[in-house]
């Protein structure tokens, strides 16, 4: 029961978002980097407390002022070199290397050896091998914090996206053992892990979408705390799909998710706005479980779930609640228009609950938009298929929160009947939010996609403490990409385009992706696991 969801920002704007969509409203917020260092950062949580406590106690009040400049950021361990005369594996030299775990941001040198960070350096270093970086960002590589499992085909495409580690966290579809069983021999480039799969246990133990009784759910913790001693980094659960999911449940995985130290990953009840079932009632109900159990709380893709069309209400709901002292966070996609199988219960009445047409809806993949008859082809063929039934404010919105992550909520397939953001997430928010309309300041873009996910799941998982930063100690995941030139190219039609300006990407010290061409041979990826560094 995936919701894949993607968006071809251009002809949602052209179409003006079609008659009876959500009225837009004004408010794009751009973050300077003293924010983005100190507000955005210290908001998420230092997790590496035990589970039982609460976490992440807002500020009173962000400061005004950046913070002074760092010279070289301290290391995470002690295994770095000092001497002048060490002859590094690989020298990444002269790019303008952002560490946005200490707001390091200079001309400066990286000397790698191994799968590690072994220096960062304003002098240049001497190495085996040199990487040019003049007149590239280099930066943590990115953390996909929502995706879908490696296939051996989309995988390349995050790669060109500046993707280095790929988490399932929308739901692993097996068991942990099963997961890891199936992808280790894909050998895929990019790092992998996820969390619990509550929807696909409900299957295995013959519930669906029913209601369960006691033993049931006395069941369905069993197979999620054994997911979790086998390496699951958090649990997921879809309300909305899962109709007859009562929040007495939900409770139950919240407290098993506050005592191993992973969050539990929602896809909020309601996606529209409307009683019986209202957005607010959905997020008021997950909070509810933060509240009573302890646990971490992500939402996922907010803008098409909770945030549709009130994303500002939804982000005062959510502020609020941080406010508590709840460990709260969320992710989106760059995009204006979600998407899910025709199929689904999601589509039912779909005009009354968005506020769209049939003319407003798109088969991925293909490129036309639908009429009443396409749109029954396509449900009878269950093809997946974007609507465009949000606002550019609902994107814009959401990214003036400084706790909100992205996550791509996909990954490409060869049929191609996916979604944009599949191969296009990243590299659109640095595109277009960041050098095209300045939404968001460079810094703070790549905090959302490095160092956010990594401190939300560190505290769970030790190999996370060393990604989503550039410092001496951390893995060797790096992403260098042309700040003038990085854009996405994937679009609904043809979801199956690499980004462009993504130039050099480095898996754990290893070079997958040199001069904008990727070396399909090289595949270094390892796995993300709960308790394992």
């Keep these: 029961m995936e919701d894949l969801e993607a968006d071809e ?110 220096r960062v350096s304003l002098e240049p270093l001497t190495g085996r091998a040199t990487l040019d970086a003049t007149g590239l960002v280099v930066a943590p590589g990115f953390i996909d914090i929502l995706s879908y499992r490696p296939n051996g085909y989309g995988d390349w495409y995050k790669i060109a996206d500046g993707v280095t580690t790929n988490l399932c966290l929308h739901g692993l579809d097996d068991p942990v053992a099963e997961f890891l069983a199936e992808t280790g021999p894909l050998q895929p480039p990019v790092n992998y892990g996820g969390a619990v799969d509550h929807y696909e246990h409900r299957k295995d133990i013959g519930v669906g979408i029913q209601r369960t009784n006691a033993d049931q759910r006395a069941e369905l913790l069993r197979l999620a705390e054994a997911d979790l001693e086998a390496g699951a980094i958090g649990i997921h659960q879809q309300p909305e799909y899962t109709v007859d999911l009562e929040t007495s449940e939900m409770v139950a995985h919240g407290e098993l998710a506050a005592r191993y130290a992973v969050p539990l990953c929602l896809h909020a009840r309601y996606s529209e706005d409307h009683p019986p079932g209202t957005q607010r ?164 873009a790549l905090a959302r996609m490095t160092i956010l996910p990594a401190r939300l799941l560190e505290a769970a998982s030790p190999a996370m403490a060393r990604r989503g930063r550039l410092r001496v100690g951390s893995v060797a995941d790096v992403t260098m990409f042309d700040p003038d030139r990085i854009i996405d190219r994937a679009t609904v039609a043809d979801p199956g385009q690499e980004s462009d300006g993504v130039v050099h990407v480095m898996v754990g010290g290893r070079l997958v992706r040199s001069g904008g061409i990727t070396d399909r041979t090289v595949r270094p990826g390892v796995p993300i696991l709960r308790g394992e560094s």
């Design 9 to 118: 920002g251009s002809t949602a704007e052209s179409s003006g978002l079609g008659g009876g969509h959500l009225a837009r409203r004004r408010f794009v917020v751009a973050l300077g980097f003293g924010i983005a260092n100190a507000a955005l950062l210290k908001r998420l949580p230092d997790r590496r407390r035990t589970p039982e406590v609460r976490q992440s106690v807002l500020p009173a009040a962000a400061p005004t002022t950046s913070p002074p400049p760092v010279r070289v950021p301290p290391a995470l361990d002690a295994t770095g070199v000092d001497g002048d005369d060490h002859l590094y594996d690989t020298v990444i030299a002269g790019g303008r290397v952002i560490d946005p775990d200490t707001g390091f941001d200079s001309l400066a040198h990286i000397g790698v050896d191994g799968d590690s960070v072994a």
């Design 281 to 444: 009632e959905a997020l008021d109900e997950a909070i509810g479980v933060a509240r009573r159990t302890g646990c971490a709380i992500h939402f996922e893709h907010l803008n098409s779930t909770g945030g549709t069309g009130r994303m500002r209400g939804a982000i005062d709901q959510l502020e609020a609640a941080r406010g508590e002292g709840l460990t709260v966070t969320a992710c989106v996609y760059p995009y204006t228009s979600w998407a899910t199988y025709a199929a689904s219960a999601r589509f039912n009445n779909f005009q009354e609950k968005y506020g769209i047409s049939y003319g407003d809806l798109q088969v991925a993949g293909t490129s036309e938009r639908l009429t009443e008859a396409g749109f029954r082809a396509a449900r009878d063929d269950n093809r997946l298929t974007a609507a465009f039934a949000m606002s550019e404010e609902d994107v814009t919105d959401a990214l003036a929160a400084p706790w909100v992550m992205i996550g791509s909520d996909s990954i490409l397939e060869s049929h191609h009947n996916n979604h944009p953001r599949s191969a296009g997430c990243f590299s659109r928010v640095l595109g277009r939010y960041v050098r095209e309309r300045g939404v968001l300041s460079l810094q703070d």
